[in-house]
């Protein structure tokens, strides 16, 4: 596999516009559904997860350290406060949790490599793999922290219904989006 300069300056431009998009789409649904918040960091209907999805699906690892650099903008006053390390975790399971479980679709022969022909089913057990992947990875790393007063086995169940509701609106509204305008197929699809 050959990786030129170009590759690498489409990966970061890729990175770096899915960053600004899961940011502005992060700071909006907090605009939106701040009363739908259980605690902090657990929403019931949190729809930037459908957003990591989608990046993930449609940009690859790129999409995914997009996602990691706006956890990090978002997070950036515990980077100030000597949380480093577990926002670095958190930003690292937020962005690479959805791609690792497309990965292990992939891997295990439920989801095409490439992604083509994505059926609702594949769509609905990605998302709820990817939604029970996030939040109990986010919840276990909480829990090792002695800053976080989580209760893991109460706001596990927040966390997974926020997430799979989030994305399954945003997957399924970006699916009938593409469907009313009937875009043609270019190699990767939803």
């Not at 259980?38 to 997860?49: D, I, K, R």
């Not at 706006?70 to 100030?80: E, K, R, V, Y």
């Not at 992939?106 to 490599?113: A, D, P």
Request: charged residues 10%.
């Amino acid at each position: 596999m050959k990786f030129s300069l170009r590759d690498a300056a489409e990966a970061a431009a890729l990175s770096l516009v899915s960053a600004s998009l899961f940011t502005g789409f992060f700071q909006v649904n907090a605009l939106i559904f701040s009363h739908l918040e259980f605690s902090q960091g657990v929403n019931w209907l949190f729809l930037p997860a459908g957003f990591r999805v989608l990046l993930v699906l449609t940009m690859g690892l790129p999409g995914c350290l997009g996602i990691f650099l706006g956890n990090l903008f978002l997070d950036q006053d515990h980077l100030w406060h000597g949380h480093t390390s577990i926002t670095l975790m958190t930003a690292a399971i937020s962005g690479f949790t959805p791609w690792l479980v497309m990965k292990a679709m992939i891997k295990l022969h439920l989801l095409n490599e490439h992604l083509q022909d994505l059926t609702h089913q594949q769509l609905l057990q990605f998302t709820l793999l990817y939604a029970v992947a996030n939040a109990v990875l986010h919840q276990w790393l909480w829990s090792i922290n002695p800053e976080h007063l989580h209760n893991v086995w109460v706001e596990i169940w927040p966390m997974f219904i926020g997430d799979a509701l989030g994305a399954l609106i945003v997957i399924y509204a970006f699916k009938g989006l593409l469907n009313l305008i009937n875009l043609p197929s270019t190699g990767r699809s939803l």
